[in-house]
């Protein structure tokens, strides 16, 4: 599939590249699901509190090839004990050729985990449904609000570690 990726400011292209972009693989790398206190989560009223940390790796596996990794970890809690503890590691390996190392980042950053985490969020809510727990729906992610946020404290930390090195 040929894409035409603004640059890796977030904003329009100067001049569209022309790329390749490809899906090669998706797969559950690593998971767990855990439920410490049961049974005596389940004779509880349901209402939990949800807390979801996500985070995204990517190495390249060639020039052309690269496996980006999203870490889904969901904790349901009552209070402070644990009714269940979920943690997915959906990856993909993905085709990304002919485009500025910028470009290529913002890929990596954005498009393979946009494309990863409905994979992600389906497996949380299966292992919810199976661990005898009501189907937990997380909601989307905006992975291009994240990346843009990581690359303004980015650029607010180059000043000040190049005043460390000084």
């Known amino acids: ?44 009223e349901w209402n939990p509190s949800v807390n979801m940390d996500v985070a995204n790796t990517a190495r390249p596996l060639s020039d052309k ?10 904790t349901v809690r009552f209070a402070e004990t644990t009714v269940y503890l979920t943690e997915v590691q959906q990856a993909g390996i993905f085709h990304i050729e002919g485009f500025p190392k910028a470009a290529v980042n913002r890929i990596l950053a954005t498009l393979c985990p946009n494309i990863l985490f409905p994979f992600a969020r389906e497996v949380v809510a299966d292992l919810a449904m199976r661990g005898g727990f ?11 609000a994240l990346y843009a946020q990581h690359l303004r404290e980015e650029a607010a930390r180059a000043p000040a570690d190049a005043a460390l090195k000084h």
């Open 134 to 144: 009501p189907q937990l729906l997380l909601a989307p992610m905006n992975f291009d």
């Open 65 to 74: 090839l690269f496996e980006v990794v999203l870490s889904v970890t969901v």
């Open 1 to 44: 599939m040929a894409e035409s990726i603004p640059d890796g400011a977030g904003g329009a292209p100067e001049q569209a590249t022309q790329g390749q972009f490809g899906i090669q693989k998706i797969y559950v790398k690593d998971l767990s699901f855990e439920t410490p206190n049961s049974p005596d989560t389940f004779q509880k």
